[in-house]
């Protein structure tokens, strides 16, 4: 498989990036939800954890992926749908940076602001602090289940796409041979 996209064919690097980020993306969104409904202290930080690695590398690999774009690959052209089908598609798209990028903001400030991060990754936690005192939890939380509707979204709408339309969209972001 070449590294990088043909005119209708996603590259490996494209694709690993893909795949990886959406499974990272659901950890993320499991323990994120998991752990904001946790009182126990030692609990909420073996959440957090995994979380906030997991976070910050769903940050890079989406920097990666835009430096990708912007320098080294081009995307393949457009598979044929409907103008108001491809406005939602590359909205959905771009919504989908906006909100990762937000969410690793709010989460770093909310580390940052709290104070909690040398607790979290402490061997033993007893306490932490309400992350509901914080200004960016509010944005964080927002920000999680928008993130949760675009994924349902975007997957809703491949799967459509692959069962219904049947046109292969899905087999672009998939390893082939050639």
Known sequence: MPIKSTPTHYGSVAITIHWISALLIIALLASGMRAGGIEDASSKAAFLRVHIPLGVSVLILTILRLIWWMFADSKPAPVAMPDWQDFIAKSIHVLFYVVILGMAISGIAMLAVSGAGPTIFSG??????????????????????????LFVFHAGAALYHQFVKRDGLIGRMLPSRG
């Open 124 to 149: 033993t936690v007893e306490a932490l602090p309400d992350f509901w005192d914080y200004k960016p939890r509010m944005p964080h939380g927002i920000g999680g289940r928008v993130m949760l509707a």
